[in-house]
Structure formats: C-alpha cells, structure tokens
C-alpha cells in the first residue's frame, strides 16, 4: 500500500527517537512491498527558533493531508520561562486539536525481562495489561486561560459530546479485550467529573456486556501500584490521564517504553511516545526509542490497517528486549542506534 507519513522530530531526544521509529517503517515497508512516503516538518522549540511559532502553517497543513503524523517530543529548557509568550507546548496541544484526535490510547504492559526494574514486588507486575483511553482534547488544557497580577484561572470544561464519543471508544476497546471498563474521576468534588460519570453510566446501557466500575482518581493513583493487574481499560479525562500514564510506566519500568495513538472519527491519527523531550539525556545516544518504535506500530495497526506489520515490530521489540539490547533508564549500555540496529537485525531475519 501507498502511505503519506509526516514526521515531527521535536525537539530533545524526539529527533533521537523518531529516526529510529523512521528507520524500521522503512524496513517494514520493504518487507511488504509498501510504498511511505515520510515528509519531515518543525514543530514545538525548534519551530518557534525557525518561525516564532511552535505549530506552523506548514506543518499544520501537512499533518491535515497525512495519513498519519508521527511526533517525537516537544519542549526543553530553553523555551521553559514561565513568562515566556509563546511555548512550544502550544503547538502540540494546537495540533491535537486541529487533527481532531480526542481519544488518545496509551497501552501499558511488563515485559518479562524487565520486570524487575520496577520499584514494586515482581509478583504485582505479572499479567498487567492495560489501555488507558485518555480524553486528549477538552478539559483544563483548552478551557480559557486567564492572568492578572495577583490571581490566574484556567477553565476547565467538558461537554457531554466530547465526553460522549471518548467514552464510547474505550467501550468498543473493552469489548474487544477482557470487557472491563473503569472510569477514573473526581466526581466528589468536580462538577465536570460528575458530568463525566452520568454520561458514561448512559453510554453503559449500550454496552451491557462490558462491566464498568467508577474509581475516584486520588485512589486509583495507589490502586494501579497496589494491584495493577486487576484493571483493564481505563478511561479519563485529560489531566488525570496524562498523570496516571506516566505514574503506570513505572510499571513497565521506564516513561521510555510507552507508545500512544491519537484518533480521531476518521482512519487518520497522530502517533507519538508519552514521554517528553528529556533535556537531561538529549544529544548523548542515551534515549531509549522503543516508545516512538511501538507508536510507529500502533501507527500501523489504526491508521493503515497493517496488522501483520504492526505485530511485527512489537515483536521484534520483544526480541531485543529479551537478548538484553537494551539503553540505560532499562538497565542496558546500549546506545538508541545500537538498539535500532538491533531491531532492524531481528526484522530482517
Ligand atoms: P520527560 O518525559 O522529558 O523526562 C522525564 C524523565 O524520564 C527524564 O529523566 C528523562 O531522561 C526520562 N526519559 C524520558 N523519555 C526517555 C527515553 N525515551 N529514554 C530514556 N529516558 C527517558 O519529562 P520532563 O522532564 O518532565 O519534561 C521535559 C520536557 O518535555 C518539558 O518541556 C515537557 O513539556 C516536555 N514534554 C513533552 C511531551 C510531548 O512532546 N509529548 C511529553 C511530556 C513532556
Ligand atoms: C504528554 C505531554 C503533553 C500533555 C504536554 C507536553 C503538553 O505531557 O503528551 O503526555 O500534557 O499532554
Ligand atoms: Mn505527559
């Protein structure tokens, strides 16, 4: 099949990543006769440096032409002055918005081999499989923002569409898997949670064989390290996803293994690693690509229907990471282009 990828590399290790990710798209294609076509464009710091803007237009309007975007990281340091007018965050939270891409998917899993990287008692880890569906377009990240000297506001939102369809897609993926479903809230305290929890209870009827449970997100920030192989899908809001999923990739051992996919209503989508730019490790060769690597595959699966070559990198990912080709925040001395030449290896066996 014919494909039209944009890559955004980003900034910090996003350009490390990403051309990893790049690298075994080729090999894949190849392998299958496809034909990518992967077209580069700036986003976040390294925009704002070449055009004062962190979302260009020229980007944009790639990415709205694309069959799929694949984004490394965006921000660092020196774009990081809270007083600072624009922010390279603004073009990533822009770009979700504008794709439309409002259920974003974060699978987590524990490889075998790297079960003991994590901080909690091997026998919790094993069997955890879980997919947060994290609502990726409303919430406090776009409501109004406002700022005088002595007090700031940011809104935060929900309408009951916009609740309606993310839930409805974690519903469909817990039916396809082991039919649990468990909504995260606040519904205590939040007028939007509460909104949240009449609005999944109504989209439950339409899904009677799916069990669903709601859990207050303060708890469920302990539960997922008390007992995390008794949740399977779990589904929340904006904020509250993007802390669990960092929170849950202690789990599989470090922030650098977690793919997402951003999905919107049509096949396109935005696929990128839940980690961020790691200003700490950027330009040594240290960061760990297998989070941009397994986004690449679930690019793949959701956006070009190619299953067989999406079970393939996961595969291979598995491979490298149980010969022990494996970087350092996983407890290797591999370098990111020594593990990609280990995955192009195994792929072309
Ligand atoms: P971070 O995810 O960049 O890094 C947190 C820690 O995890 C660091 O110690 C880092 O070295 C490590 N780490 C992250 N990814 C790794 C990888 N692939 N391999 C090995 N180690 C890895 O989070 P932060 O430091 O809080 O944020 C840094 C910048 O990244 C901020 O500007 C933030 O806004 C941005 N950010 C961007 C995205 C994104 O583009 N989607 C996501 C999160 C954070
Ligand atoms: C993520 C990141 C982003 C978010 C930031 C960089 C805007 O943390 O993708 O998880 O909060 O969504
Ligand atoms: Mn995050």
Redesign the pocket.
Known sequence: MRANVVVLPGDGIGPEVTACAVEVLHAVAAQGGHEFRFEEYLIGGAAIDAHGDPLPDDTLAACKRADAVLLGA??GLKWSDPNARVRP?QG??RLRAALGVYANLRPVRVHPELVGLSPLKNEKLHHVDLLFVRELTGGA?FGAKTRSADAAADEYRYTVAEIERAARRAFEFARARRRHLTHVDKANVLETARLWRNTVERVAKDYPDVKLEHQLVDSMAMLLLVRPSAYDVIVTE?LFG?IL??EAAALAGSLGLLP?ASLGDGKAGLY?P?H?SAPDIAGKGLANPLGAVLSAALLLRHSLGLETEAKAIEGAVDKVIAEGVLTRDVGGTASTAGVSEALLKVLAR
Do not use: A
Request: proline share 0%; net charge negative; glycine share 14%.
């Open positions: 965006v921000g965050e990533l939270l990240y904006n993007d999923t960092d997402s990128e839940i961020g």
